[in-house]
Nanobody, 116 residues
Framework: QVQLVESGGGLVQAGGSLRLSCAAS????????MGWYRQAPGKQRELVAR???????NYASSVKGRFTISRDNAKNTVYLQMNSLKPEDTAVYYC??????????WGQGTQVTVSS
């Protein structure tokens, strides 16, 4: 089992920045890909960014060039640096971890609100 604890959400004005963090504990030896998803009201959950254990990154086209995902394998932590935030980035952001056994783990979610 893996537990995920997120932090760093909040309210920011358009054009501002936030940094999300997600720390994993438990069976951390099984961690493979780590990433962030988001879900806005009335919409489906969508991938924002993910990073493999070896550092290969994937981004949603809507955030490419504005968001940066990184991870610290020694701390079992994944980060999402969000710059040039837009009102359409408003959502609950969820940390996701995929294990080497193809199991998915989710954080509790953190609210990001971008005001115009």
């Amino acid at each position: 089992q893996v537990q995920l604890v997120e932090s760093g959400g909040g309210l920011v004005q358009a054009g501002g920045s936030l940094r999300l963090s997600c720390a994993a504990s438990g069976s951390v030896f099984s961690i493979n890909t780590m990433g962030w998803y988001r879900q806005a009201p009335g919409k489906q959950r969508e991938l924002v960014a993910r990073i493999s254990r070896g550092g290969i990154r994937n981004y949603a086209s809507s955030v490419k060039g504005r968001f940066t995902i990184s991870r610290d394998n020694a701390k079992n932590t994944v980060y999402l640096q969000m710059n040039s935030l837009k009102p359409e980035d408003t959502a609950v952001y969820y940390c996701n971890l995929q294990s080497i056994y193809a199991l998915d783990y989710w954080g509790q979610g953190t609210q990001v609100t971008v005001s115009s």
